[in-house]
């Protein structure tokens, strides 16, 4: 996907073709989530590794997006049973298959590490993002990541351009930190949910 085109007087954000704010979440179905606009949310999320402008996150990139993939593929092969992500776990499971799922295992915790590195940069004005990418990469993929990976991954930290670039290209300072702080909450809950379903013993394969 190519990097996304802002309106003028828009943000960056308002490029993408969903927002994690407007996925669906069923409370009375145990918080289900709804596939389709969460693997839209996550595609579009993707875009914002290119506005930090360098081809190191191409990696974190890819591993997303090929993530995102193995998740629709099953979602296409058995739409009635896929309508929510968690649905979509216990019946791939059922059928002795688990590639969708170990999919949304490294999808969620790619989304876990971009949403705390944005979140922690976002309330830390004086912070810059190759410091807070560090930090969150450190807490969420690193522990997950084999030593020929873990090098991957921090070059594309210290790639991180400076915070007011970064900033400067996702739109107008103000109305990027209210709609980005607004966008990391409602993807920060998705994370939440989808973590602690995915550590109950019917999401183990």
Same mark, same amino acid.
């Given at each position: ?81 896929? =309508?929510? &992500?968690?649905? !979509? ?6 059928? /002795?298959?688990?590639? %969708? $799922?170990?999919?949304?295992? +490294? ?74 702080? =607004?966008? &990391?909450?409602? !993807? ?6 989808? /973590?602690?379903?995915? %550590? $109950?013993?019917?999401?183990? +394969?």
């Amino acid at each position: 996907m190519a990097a996304a085109q802002i309106q003028a007087g828009g943000t960056y954000l308002d490029s993408f073709k969903q927002s994690f704010t407007d996925v669906p979440i069923d409370a009375a179905k145990g918080n289900a989530i709804s596939t389709t606009e969460f693997l839209e949310a996550a595609e579009s999320l993707t875009t914002m590794f290119d506005a930090l402008g360098s081809v190191a996150f191409s990696p974190v990139k890819n591993d997303m997006l090929g993530n995102v993939k193995k998740i629709r593929e099953r979602q296409l092969a058995a739409p009635a049973d896929s =309508e929510n &992500l968690q649905d !979509l776990v216990r019946n791939e499971l059922k059928s /002795k298959s688990h590639k %969708a $799922t170990e999919g949304l295992v +490294w999808l969620v915790r790619g989304l876990e590490f971009t949403c705390k590195a944005l979140k922690q940069n976002v309330h830390n004005p004086s912070e810059e993002l190759a410091d807070s990418f560090r930090a969150a990469y450190g807490v969420t993929l690193k522990p997950h990541h084999s030593f020929l990976i873990k090098p991957v991954f921090s070059a594309a930290m210290s790639a991180c351009p400076y915070r007011k670039d970064f900033y400067a290209k996702l739109g107008p300072e103000e109305a990027v930190h209210i709609q980005l702080k =607004e966008y &990391l909450e409602a !993807l920060e809950k998705i994370v939440e949910i989808l /973590k602690a379903f995915l %550590a $109950t013993k019917e999401a183990k +394969w």
